[in-house]
C-alpha cells in the first residue's frame, strides 16, 4: 500500500483540509509505483504528488462535519459483500434512478435487493448475494452517493446499519481503509 506523508501547515500546527473524495480517489488511482503520495495545501487549493503524477484540486470550504456526532457506536446489521457485483447491480438498477436518485435496500438472510422506481421509467429490482449479521434491513439512499464508496473498489466491503432512518456507514479494508458514512433518504 502506499503511505501518505501530510506536510504540515507552515505555523507547524497539523494539516486539516477538505478534499474533495474524486481528487483522492484520481490520485490512487494512477499507475504508479510511488509508495509515498504527498499532500500538501496552500490557500484553496490542495496538491497531491506522488513523483510521478501531480493532482491540483480545490479545497471545499467550510468546516467538516463533527463525525463523530453522527456515527454510530454500535449497529444492528452487519453485512459484507463483493464491490464490483453490488457495483454493477446497482449500476443496472440506477437506469431508473436519473430522475429519484433515491434506491431502496433490502438485506435479509444471504440476498439484497437494490430497487429504483421512476414515475417516467418504470421499476427496475437487481438481487446478489451477501453474508449478513443481525437484523434484516430495510434502507432508502442516494444512488449517486453509494456508487461514488463502492465504485473502483475491490477490497471486501461492509455495510453497518440500525435501520431505516439512521446513517449507514460502508467500510472497506484494502490498499486504503475507507469509511463512508451515508444518511438515509426519508
Known amino acids: 500500500g502506499r503511505v501518505f506523508d501530510m506536510r504540515a501547515q507552515a505555523d507547524g500546527g497539523p494539516l486539516v483540509a477538505n478534499i474533495p473524495c474524486s481528487a483522492l480517489k484520481g490520485a490512487m488511482?494512477?499507475?504508479?509505483?510511488?509508495?509515498?503520495?504527498?499532500?500538501?495545501?496552500?490557500?484553496?487549493?490542495a496538491c497531491i504528488e506522488d513523483g510521478v503524477f501531480t493532482y491540483v484540486t480545490r479545497l471545499i470550504?467550510?468546516?467538516?462535519?463533527?463525525?463523530?456526532?453522527?456515527?454510530?457506536?454500535?449497529?444492528a446489521s452487519d453485512i459484507s459483500f463483493d464491490p464490483g457485483e453490488f457495483s454493477d447491480a446497482l449500476k443496472r438498477a440506477g437506469v431508473v434512478a436519473s430522475v429519484n436518485p433515491?434506491?431502496?435496500?433490502?438485506?435479509?438472510?444471504?440476498t439484497m435487493t437494490i430497487r429504483a422506481a421512476s414515475a417516467d421509467q418504470g421499476e427496475s429490482t437487481e438481487?446478489?448475494?451477501?453474508?449478513?449479521?443481525?437484523?434484516?434491513?430495510?434502507?432508502?439512499?442516494?444512488?449517486?452517493?453509494?456508487?461514488?464508496?463502492?465504485?473502483h473498489n475491490d477490497a471486501e466491503m461492509f455495510l453497518h446499519a440500525n435501520g431505516a432512518m439512521s446513517p449507514v456507514v460502508f467500510n472497506s479494508y484494502g490498499d486504503v481503509d475507507m469509511t463512508y458514512l451515508l444518511m438515509p433518504v426519508r
Do not use: W
Open 61 to 75: 470550504e467550510g468546516n467538516y462535519p463533527n463525525i463523530d456526532m453522527v456515527m454510530p457506536k454500535s449497529f
Open 102 to 110: 433515491s434506491v431502496t435496500l433490502f438485506v435479509e438472510g444471504d
Open 29 to 45: 488511482s494512477a499507475k504508479s509505483s510511488a509508495e509515498t503520495v504527498t499532500i500538501g495545501c496552500s490557500g484553496n487549493q
Open 127 to 151: 438481487t446478489i448475494h451477501v453474508d449478513m449479521e443481525g437484523d434484516p434491513l430495510t434502507v432508502s439512499l442516494n444512488y449517486r452517493h453509494i456508487l461514488d464508496c463502492v465504485d
